[in-house]
C-alpha cells in the first residue's frame, strides 16, 4: 500500500463471542502483528452487511451468518477485497463484486479434509446404524438390537454429485473400505476422476447404481434443486444420501417424504433448505436420517486452517500482491487491478 494510513480490515461478528473474544482460534494474532494493518469487528448484527458498515474498509473477512450482497457495496470505491471464511459462497453476489472491481476469495484448502471426513463419517454411521444403536442402548433395548443389521461397504457403490476439492478427498479417504467409487461432474475430465480411483459417469448413474449418494458439489443457479423428486426417485430402496455441500441443492421436502415412505433407506444431512430447521421440521421425527446442524465439518484444524487462508488473502492485498483463492477473476478486469500480477509487491 501506499501512504501512511493502515490497510483497514473488517471481520463480521460471527468470528467473535459477545465478550469480544475470538469464537474459535482462527489464527488472529498473524493479523494482530501485522502493524501496517488495522482491524476491528464490523458493526452490525444484521445477517445482511449494511453498506455503512462497510465504509472506510479496504478488506472485510466474512464468516457466516454475513450476507454481501449490491446493496451491501453500493457506493464503494475503497473495499477490494470480500475474504469468506469457507467454501461456499452462496451469500454472497458476485457479479456485484465483479463490477466494482471487488475480489472475493474462500478457503478451499482449509475445508477440504474436514468435510470429506464429514462426509465419510456419514456413510459409517449410517451404514453401522449408530444412531439406532446409541438410542437402543439409552435405553436399555438391547433385545431389539438384531433388528438393525448393519451395512458392509466392501464392493457397495458410492457415488459422487460433484467431484472438484472436497469430492476428490472424499474418493481418497473412503479407499480403505475397498467401494466402488464413481461420480458426476459436467467439469471434470475421466483422467482426473480416474486420479483419485473414480470413473465418470452420468448423474442418473450416479443416483441409481449408488449405494450411498454425496452431494459435494457447489450451489450454483444450475444446481437448485438438482436432487429433484424425480432423481430421488431413481435411487434404490436401499441406497442412502448424503448432503454436506448446501441445502437447496435437495428438494428438501420431496426427499423427507420419500424417507417417510422408506422409497429410500436413510439420509445424512448437514445442510437445509432453511437454516436453522424449524422446530416442527418433520425431519426432525425421522428414525432413519442423521442432523447435524450445518457443523459436521467444524474441527479446530479446519477453523484455524480457514482462517489463516483468509487472513492471507487480506495480507497478499495489502502486501500489493494478488491472493491464492479468488473466487471469480472477472473482478480483475475492472481498472483498480491494473497492472496487479500473482507475485507482484507493486500495487
Not at 442402548?137 to 433385545?143: F, P, Q, T, Y
Not at 459417469?201 to 443457479?221: G, N
Not at 489463516?308 to 492485498?317: K, M, N
Not at 473466487?327 to 509487491?345: C, F, M, N, Q, Y
Amino acid at each position: 500500500m501506499s501512504g501512511t494510513e493502515p490497510f483497514r480490515v473488517g471481520l463480521t461478528r460471527s468470528l467473535f463471542h459477545a465478550d469480544g473474544t475470538p469464537a474459535f482460534d482462527f489464527g488472529l494474532e498473524v493479523l494482530e502483528a501485522r502493524s501496517d494493518i488495522a482491524w476491528e469487528v464490523i458493526p452490525t448484527d444484521e445477517t445482511e452487511l449494511p453498506a455503512a458498515a462497510l465504509a472506510g474498509y479496504d478488506a472485510i473477512i466474512v464468516e457466516l451468518p454475513g450476507d454481501v450482497t449490491a446493496r451491501s457495496v453500493e457506493g464503494n470505491d475503497r473495499l477490494r477485497l470480500v475474504a469468506r471464511v469457507g467454501v461456499g459462497y452462496d451469500s454472497v453476489d458476485v457479479p456485484a463484486l465483479d463490477a466494482r472491481g471487488i475480489l472475493l476469495t474462500n478457503t478451499p484448502d482449509g475445508v477440504r479434509r474436514s468435510m470429506a471426513t464429514a462426509a465419510v463419517t456419514f456413510v459409517l454411521m449410517l451404514s453401522q446404524h449408530v444412531t439406532q444403536r446409541d438410542r437402543l442402548s439409552h435405553e436399555g433395548r438391547w433385545a431389539d438390537r438384531g433388528g438393525y443389521v448393519g451395512i458392509g461397504l466392501t464392493g457397495r457403490v458410492l457415488g459422487l454429485v460433484g467431484l472438484g476439492n472436497i469430492g476428490r478427498e472424499v474418493a481418497r479417504l473412503i479407499a480403505p473400505w475397498d467401494m466402488e467409487v464413481i461420480a458426476s461432474d459436467p467439469y471434470v475430465t475421466p483422467e482426473q476422476a480416474a486420479s483419485v480411483g473414480c470413473t465418470l459417469t452420468s448423474l442418473d448413474e450416479v443416483l441409481s447404481r449408488s449405494d450411498f449418494v454425496v452431494i459435494t458439489c457447489a450451489l450454483v443457479p444450475e444446481t437448485y434443486r438438482l436432487i429433484s423428486a424425480e432423481r430421488i426417485g431413481r435411487m434404490k430402496e436401499s441406497a442412502f444420501l448424503i448432503n454436506i455441500a448446501r441445502g437447496p441443492i435437495v428438494d428438501q421436502a420431496a426427499l423427507t417424504q420419500a424417507l417417510i415412505d422408506r422409497r429410500i433407506a436413510g439420509a445424512g444431512l448437514d445442510v437445509f433448505e432453511d437454516e436453522p430447521m424449524a422446530p416442527d421440521d418433520p425431519l426432525m421425527g425421522l428414525d432413519n436420517v442423521v442432523l447435524t446442524a450445518h457443523s459436521i465439518g467444524w474441527t479446530d484444524q479446519c477453523f484455524r486452517d480457514c482462517g489463516l487462508s483468509a487472513i492471507e488473502s487480506v495480507i497478499s492485498v495489502a502486501e500489493g500482491r494478488l491472493p491464492a483463492t479468488i473466487v471469480d477473476r472477472a473482478a480483475l478486469a475492472h481498472p483498480r487491478w491494473a497492472g496487479w500480477k500473482e507475485g507482484s509487491t507493486d500495487g
